[in-house]
């Protein structure tokens, strides 16, 4: 499974009709479509669709037609990010009406091809599962500790100062078993 860390957008003109499709990270989603709502006051149709890992590790799926032909446009963006195996999200379809009805073949292999579009121009990054980790630490070793996150690519989630620091660590299972190791003595693990 592959995801993306940053939006990327191309656009599609077939027949005078303008697609311009907007490849974002799922956590993004929401307020990228309100966004481009608000950018785009005289656009036809905000198509959608997106997977996402739940906290059970499973794979969630959703898309949305914004009054296309029903299965014309919302389900062939999804098929698209499921056959490019896009975990964690979201595509966005902005659509121009340029005066000339496609029909329903060609309103699916409009949407497709502006999603495929889009995924052709893309850095993915291969997931792997996290894991989260709370641990607290003197202040006298934060810096080691910091060093330790970024040479184990540990992602400090948030850090908290309190009587000591405490942080809120995310990274790969291999990567956090490597800096537990590295850190036991110095640090109380709180999970």
Not at 61 to 69: A, F, L, Q, V
Request: charged share 30%; hydrophobic share 35%.
């Amino acid at each position: 499974m592959k995801f993306i860390s940053e939006q990327f957008s191309q656009i599609l003109e077939v027949k005078q009709s303008k697609f311009i499709a907007y490849l974002t990270p799922y956590d993004e989603y929401e307020k990228l479509l309100h966004k481009l709502k608000a950018e785009h006051p005289k656009a036809r149709h905000f198509v959608t669709a997106f997977r996402y890992l739940n906290e059970y590790d499973q794979i969630v799926e959703h898309s949305s037609d914004d009054g296309e032909p029903k299965g014309t446009s919302g389900k062939p963006s999804l098929m698209v990010l499921q056959g490019s195996d896009l975990i964690n999200t979201a595509v966005i379809i902005v659509r121009y009406f340029g005066g000339t009805k496609l029909g329903t073949g060609g309103l699916v292999r409009a949407y497709s091809d502006a999603v495929n579009l889009v995924i052709e121009s893309c850095d993915f990054f291969e997931y792997k599962k996290e894991k989260e980790l709370q641990i607290s630490i003197a202040y006298t070793h934060v810096r080691m500790l910091e060093y330790e996150c970024e040479t184990c690519e540990i992602r400090i989630v948030d850090k908290d100062f309190g009587d000591s620091v405490t942080y809120i660590l995310r990274a790969s299972e291999e990567n956090m078993t490597l800096f537990v190791h590295k850190v036991q003595r110095l640090a109380e693990i709180l999970e």
